[in-house]
Every structure is written in C-alpha cells, then in structure tokens.
C-alpha cells in the first residue's frame, strides 16, 4: 500500500499562485502519479496526471495555467498552479494507481480556496 500526504493548500487571491505537494510514503515509480479536485456540488474531476516517463495529461480548464511534475527518488509529486481562479476553489486529491494491479491509492486532501 502507498500512503499519500498534500500539503501547500490554501487561501489565495485571483491571479495568485499556490505549489502543491504530495509525498508518498513508498516508492512511486510504478505509480501513474496525479491530482483531483473536487468543489462544492460537484463531481471529483481529474485535473492533471503524469506516469514514470509518460506525458502528462491536463483537464482542458487548467491547461496553460498548471504543470504536474514528479521526483521519484523523493517519491513526491507537485502540482504548480498559477494564475489561478475562484473556479480553481476545491479539494485537492493526490493519487497513485499502479501500472500493473490498476489499485489506487488517495491522499486526505487539501483546501484551496482562490476569492479576493
């Protein structure tokens, strides 16, 4: 099992920038690596994901705006927001699916909350 911990949520104005993190309690380069979000009312939607040497993949409302990256030897992935949006207010999920068994794995969740 992988254990996943988000930090670097919070309260920023429109325009502003916030740096996700998410480390892993276990090596994560069997791991495709991502992050969810979900606001208010709404469904959890995939923001962005990255696998060991793969393309990322970006939710159409982020592109431009948010770059997923990961470090497998600190087994952390980071999600860079910028220009951000009251849209951009939700939950924040990390995630892990494993190449091979497809079992995933989710992270408590950290608040971002974008208002002036």
């Known amino acids: 099992q992988v254990q996943l911990v988000e930090s670097g949520g919070g309260l920023v104005q429109p325009g502003g920038a916030l740096r996700l993190s998410c480390v892993a309690s276990?090596?994560?380069?069997?791991?495709?690596m991502g992050w969810y979000r979900q606001a208010p009312g709404k469904q959890r939607e995939l923001v962005a994901s990255v696998p060991s040497g793969g393309s990322t993949v970006y939710a159409d409302s982020v592109k431009g705006r948010f770059t997923i990256s990961r470090d497998n030897a600190e087994n952390t992935v980071y999600l860079q927001m910028n220009s951000l949006k009251p849209d951009d207010t939700a939950i924040y999920y990390c995630y892990a699916q494993h190449i091979w068994t497809r079992g995933d794995y989710w992270g408590q969740g950290t608040q971002v909350t974008v208002s002036s």
């Open positions: 276990g090596r994560i380069f069997m791991y495709v």
